[in-house]
């Protein structure tokens, strides 16, 4: 599953609290989910994996339930018909991966790290002005990139919403990026796992977002009509500098920033 580090990618990162090591990971979405809660069992050096999904799948959070999904859904998933339906064991919502569609990230602390934190919310801040500085590297007004912290005026609903799809809410650390229309879109999302040993906070970037086929993948009847509806109208996720399709510059100056910590 793990393979070489790609040339262009460090196997590794010297920063003065500690240096990080730095690994690939290539397979389903069950298996590479399964490798990032076995990766906090017992931590022994700072890691940040990056992970490359095979086929696409539907990620459950750990306290959903398939049936939020239309039956056929489902059953598409049973056959090999349709995505992999998968239930991560980190919280938050729905999530949809897909080869190429997403950077995704695992950042590994052991406890007692220098940049460790017992409180999961400050941990994920933390991280997430490591992506606003890695943004900023990558071109992004420092004034319109913002994380929980900085923001203002998401929906009352935005939290409910959050609970069923990942990228209709806004969590700690979560970081957002301004479009040309004043909108603010969800452009990093984080789900964490935390154990006496240590914590691993899963990082979400989308290259792509098919917003229309993931709600339509949601059972009004177990999710709710009204919701479902919420969610269709929801504008969840937006572009990112140096997110593409050919060249990852996101996760170069994410790397370079953890070099400073």
């Given at each position: 599953?793990s ?20 690994e690939?990971r290539r ?5 590479l989910?399964?490798?990032s ?15 490359e ?26 056959t ?11 919280g938050?919502?729905?999530v ?7 950077l ?6 052991p406890a007692?790290?220098?940049v ?5 919310t ?29 923001s ?8 409910e ?33 935390r154990?006496?040993?240590g914590?691993?906070l ?36 937006g572009?990112?500098p ?13 790397l370079?920033v953890?070099?400073?910590?």
């Open positions: 599953m393979r070489p580090v790609p040339p262009d990618l460090p196997s590794g990162v010297d920063a003065p609290g500690g240096a990080w090591a730095v690939v397979g389903s979405a069950a298996e989910h399964a490798a809660a076995a990766s906090v069992a017992a931590p022994t050096v700072r890691k940040v994996v990056v992970n999904v095979e086929a696409p799948a539907l990620v459950l959070g750990s306290t959903q339930s398939p049936e939020l999904l239309r039956p056929e859904v489902r059953g598409a998933a049973e090999g018909a349709g995505p992999a339906v998968v239930r991560r064991r980190s938050g919502g729905l949809p991966l897909s080869p190429g569609a997403q995704w990230v695992d950042v590994v602390v007692g790290d220098s460790w934190n017992d409180d999961a400050l941990a994920a801040r933390r991280a997430g002005r490591w992506w606003v500085d890695a943004l900023v590297v990558e071109g992004a007004d420092p004034e319109l990139v913002r994380t929980d912290q900085d203002r005026g998401r929906p009352a609903n935005d939290r919403l959050g609970r069923v799809v990942c990228f209709a809410g806004i969590g700690p650390g979560e970081v957002e990026v301004a479009a040309d229309d004043g909108i603010w879109w969800k452009t990093v999302g984080f789900s964490q796992r154990t006496r040993h914590a691993v899963q990082c979400l970037v989308p290259r792509r977002w098919d917003h229309d086929t993931l709600v339509a993948a949601l059972d009004p009847e177990v999710v709710g009509a009204a919701l479902v509806k919420d969610l269709r109208d929801a504008l969840l996720v572009a990112s140096g997110v593409g399709d050919e060249a990852d510059g996101l996760l170069t100056a994410f370079a953890l070099a400073g910590v």
